[in-house]
């Protein structure tokens, strides 16, 4: 999941005024502003056409390849609606996400967004197709995501007479999620277990429509949690032990405030084609981890500690180094880690010829903490997912991730002659 950076700092300023303008102006009207359902999903003539049932504040889309799909994001908007296939595209599928919908179309053939554009009263929304070799794909998949918002013409003056007022309630500073629950023996270095999705965010679901992706995370990871507690070499926490939603940032902020050694998010994939099955694992890729370090180097308030250092009171080129060093450390880390898992795995689990992957996911980007996302296997496949919802098949899994973390801690402390790994907490 790519995102821009410098060049765009104006690009996003007009969003930002444009949207609140927006959002201002609904308000005078008496009407919702960005409360749109999606309606309606057309494939035709080299287009994507989303039609919304109410007006939505945005939307952006950006290219994931290995599998090969589009996703849109449409903030203010909810899922919902009929979808149709056609050209390169393989299927489509929707989902609630924080502040709105995603939407991912599976494609058959590469392709890629080339522009897009709300209709005059900012309910349609349509994206341009064009075919693409294999090349120009995989460098599409590197590049930020394309945002486009729905122009202001459609939108009502009020109708006021002798002034208005508007009153707008100023939320309360957010506070931090108090931190989970740890188990397992002190000494013992701290491997921190995140259940993907939660709440009203289902993720994949099985053919059968019987299991959510949400459910069976959960009981995975609390699987890998009793693996790795009864054998003694590490303690455990999860980000949920229940039906709750986070956003992505706060799952591995979680895994940084408590100094986990190794941050493990638990998924299942989802594919068009449902014969697609086996395990994956991925990691941060480069192009994510300069724009993450990027990002974090440029915050006004650097008092950030990283990896036990105290960035406040150096420079921004200091920052700047000491960050990109960390971050490569880190990254190096998980894919050591990553590889050790893929051969404790095959044995025990199916799993995917090319089994390390690397991708731009938020829940991978803690500069300090070496990081995974673990997709267990294919709910849309339905052998894979009855695997998953077998007491069994987590116990597999649960014995693969311990065998790995086994592992991965004693070949740590060996580098380090011998040191013990809990002195990294």
């Not at 059968?208 to 054998?231: F, H, P």
């Not at 480069?286 to 105290?310: F, Q, T, W």
């Not at 880690?337 to 996911?361: C, D, Q, W």
Request: glycine share 10%; charged share 25%; aromatic share 6%.
């Amino acid at each position: 999941m790519s995102f821009g950076w410098t060049a765009a700092v104006g690009a996003r300023h007009r969003s930002c005024v444009l949207a609140f303008l927006a959002l201002v102006a609904g308000l005078f009207t008496g009407v919702p502003s960005w409360a749109g359902t999606v309606r309606d999903i057309r494939v035709e003539r080299g287009q994507i056409v989303l039609t919304f049932d109410d007006r939505v504040a945005e939307a952006s889309s950006f290219i994931l390849n290995e599998p090969r799909r589009i996703a849109i994001d449409l903030t203010g908007a909810a899922p919902g609606g009929r979808a149709s296939v056609g050209g390169p595209i393989a299927g489509v599928r929707q989902a609630a996400r924080e502040g709105g919908a995603r939407v991912v179309l599976d494609l058959e053939a590469p392709a890629i967004v080339t522009d897009g554009s709300f209709g005059a009263d900012g309910r349609t929304l349509t994206l341009q197709l064009k075919s693409v070799d294999d090349g120009r794909f995989a460098r599409a998949s590197a590049e930020r995501r394309k945002t486009f918002l729905p122009g202001l013409g459609f939108l009502t003056p009020a109708r006021a007479s002798g002034g208005y007022s508007v009153t707008m309630r100023v939320p309360a500073v957010a506070k931090a999620l108090p931190l989970p629950r740890v188990v397992g023996a002190a000494s013992r270095p701290l491997v921190v277990i995140d259940a993907g999705h939660g709440g009203h965010d289902p993720g994949a679901i099985s053919p059968d429509g019987r299991l959510q992706e949400k459910d069976l995370t959960l009981k995975v990871a609390k699987a890998i949690r009793d693996e790795l507690v009864s054998s003694g070499r590490a303690r455990v926490a999860l980000t949920r032990d229940d039906d709750t939603f986070l956003v992505l940032r706060e799952r591995y902020e979680i895994a940084r405030r408590m100094g986990a050694a190794l941050f493990i998010s638990i998924h299942c994939d989802s594919a068009g084609n449902p014969e697609a099955t086996g395990a994956t694992v991925y990691t941060l890729s480069e192009i994510a981890s300069d724009k993450e370090a990027a990002r974090l180097a440029a915050r006004e308030n650097k008092a950030d500690v990283l990896a036990g250092i105290d960035l406040g009171g150096a420079g921004a080129d200091i920052s700047q180094i000491l960050i990109d060093l960390t971050q490569r450390e880190t990254m190096n880390t998980s894919a050591s880690f990553a590889r050790v898992l893929g051969r404790e795995a095959r044995p025990l689990i199916p799993t995917k010829a090319t089994f390390h992957r690397m991708a731009s996911l938020m829940v991978l980007k803690a500069p300090d903490v070496p990081s995974i996302l673990f997709e267990t296997g294919y709910l849309s496949n339905q052998n894979d997912a009855d695997f998953l919802n077998s007491r069994e098949g987590r116990e597999k899994v649960a014995q693969s991730v311990r065998r790995a973390v086994e592992v991965h801690f004693a070949t740590r402390m060996a580098s380090r002659g011998g040191s013990d790994v809990a002195a990294e907490q």
